[in-house]
């Protein structure tokens, strides 16, 4: 009897497990749709004032319980765009944004819930970008039920600053 009741507890917990797994997923497509954003932005690029940022970023259904999304910042005179896939890694008990920049940057954002959505935090160190020389990003992206929101900060070697907190609605 001891070896069925452990047997029932261990495919309790693979039971349980599965159904956070599912809750993790359904809250990662909650978030389909197109979304929109803007604000002002801090700082200088190539010796001019900064300005405004808009964007536009799009979530759509992926490849079985992944979320592919894309996404552009008209900024500074320049277009960025970045575009990847959102998925649950359940052995991880994590999120995971893998992406792609036009502006050389890419890499894996890992996120946490926070509050009733989900915190992505990214940085990339030392890139050549477009004769600037290096760059830092710090960037955050909080995606809520009703709201995203974006914070980034860029620092370039050759000292301009780029800073802006985009909220997004849809």
């Not at 319980?65 to 896939?85: E, I, P, S, Y």
Request: proline share 2%; glycine share 14%.
């Amino acid at each position: 009897r001891a070896g069925r009741r452990h047997a029932g507890v261990a495919r309790q917990k693979e039971i349980d497990a599965s159904i956070a797994a599912k809750a993790e997923v359904e809250l990662i497509q909650s978030y389909l749709g197109t979304w929109k954003g803007g604000s002002e932005l801090n700082g200088q690029f190539r010796g001019k004032p900064a300005g405004k940022v808009s964007c536009s970023m799009s979530l759509s259904p992926g490849n079985g319980d992944k979320v592919n999304f894309a996404g552009n910042c008209a900024l500074a005179g320049t277009t960025m765009t970045v575009k990847g896939t959102i998925v649950y890694n359940e052995a991880g008990k994590r999120y995971e944004a893998a992406m792609t920049s036009n502006v050389s940057f890419s890499g894996i954002a890992i996120g946490k819930r926070q509050g009733g959505g989900i915190l992505f935090s990214f940085k990339e160190k030392n890139q050549e970008v477009d004769g600037m020389g290096g760059l830092d990003v710090n960037a955050s992206i909080l995606l809520n039920p009703e709201k995203i929101a974006v914070k980034f900060d860029v620092a370039f070697d050759n000292g301009e600053k780029l800073s802006a907190s985009v909220p997004f609605t849809k």
